[in-house]
């Protein structure tokens, strides 16, 4: 086996959906939203190629013999993000202060809860769940820093539902219904074109880092309020 081939492949959408077949990218999904290691995995332009590979541009797309059924992806896509946010927000839930207690820990940092935090007081709680599913790597940490920050459980399982939802079909069915569009361009204009989708989708985060920084810049050293991950967040 070639690994790195393999490593190559984990990162382009194309051949690894091409690979995996449509349950490897419903497992992808789960594992993207629901585990920490899955946060590299290109998700928007894996549903959209995945919305490609249910029309009947899939055979010039991807190579005959990879079509899959649209009904299959557009049910158990937003199954599969659904559940594998709610574990996520479990694992926050359960694990999530003692992780992010440790400054030394190589995946999580005590300031992604404060960064977190304030992004749940920005946008409240509704609207960052939501908008997390839009922004790689976020759609990832930000499960279980709401389970850590103490997001009551059916407030984010329905705001859960609705993000997951949202996500999976809009991306699915772009695929789905412009695949033989975007057949002859997809190589060459797929990647610019999600860049530009998850640049929209993080402006607010980068307008409000920018602030900080010209905040700091400015002479304003006071402290961070320190978290307190015990504290029940109701909203």
Known sequence: MDYNQLAVNLLDAKSLIASVGAFGLLAIIFAETGLLVGFFFPGDSLLILGGVAASSAASSVLGEGARMPIALLLIGAPICAIAGAQLGHLLGARVGPRMFDKPDSKIFRREHVMKAELYFDKF??????????????????????????????????????????????????????????????????????MALIILISISPILVEVVRERRKKAAGDDTPAEPVSTGRHRKH
């Open 124 to 193: 409240g709680p509704a609207k960052a769940v939501v908008m997390a599913r839009f922004i790689p790597i976020v759609r990832t940490f930000l499960n279980p820093v709401a389970g850590t920050l103490e997001m009551p459980a059916r407030t984010f399982f329905v705001w859960n539902v609705v993000g997951g939802v949202l996500w999976t079909e809009s991306m699915l069915l772009i695929g789905y219904f412009f695949g033989d569009a975007l057949a002859p361009v997809i190589d060459k204009y797929l990647l610019p074109a």
